[in-house]
């Protein structure tokens, strides 16, 4: 992929992208949305039905109780911050994305990450963490501490829709990785090496 300075540009460019499969099915593409210039950046699977028609990530349940807690924790609103997923168009019926069409998709989020430059990556659920951190380990093994990403710091919590699923303790789960996130972003750096009493050594 050619070189681009703004994330309009790269935008652009997605919105006609036909590298794999998942052009033939959705709607649209969900490039992602908020501040180019944003320390903090979350990312989660894929594009839901919602989300597909309406071309922005996380635009529905899992998004409404994701927008509450970010604000509640880090006083932060979707002007502030930037959320992607790791594909930019709808899987049918939800699956998850196969490995071509993970290959296929990835240099757009790489060229998201190398324009914005977040100093805090917070990923949503098994299949983002597992795909930025390179591992086959569970999402529950994984939260609950701070992972070194090149020269950021990856935060995973789990995906909203598994909040809304379970219930409370979930939730509070991922409010305590929302603080961990906060205390990062500003500058703790004994964060860095806590672990979670809920979380499993890998």
Known sequence: MAPVRTLSEVGGLAAACTRCRLAETRTQVVFGVGSPKADLLFIGEGPGRNEDLQGEPFVGRSGQLLDKLVSEELGMFRSEFYIANVVKCRPPENRDPK???????????????DLIQPTVIVT???FATRTMLQTTVGITKLRGRVHPLGSRWLVPTFHPSAALRTGGETVAKMRSDLVRAKRVLAGDTSVLTEVADSAVPA
Do not use: K, V
């Open 99 to 113: 490995p071509d069409e993970l290959e296929a998709c990835r240099p757009w989020l790489d060229e998201q990450l």
């Open 124 to 126: 949503l659920g098994n």
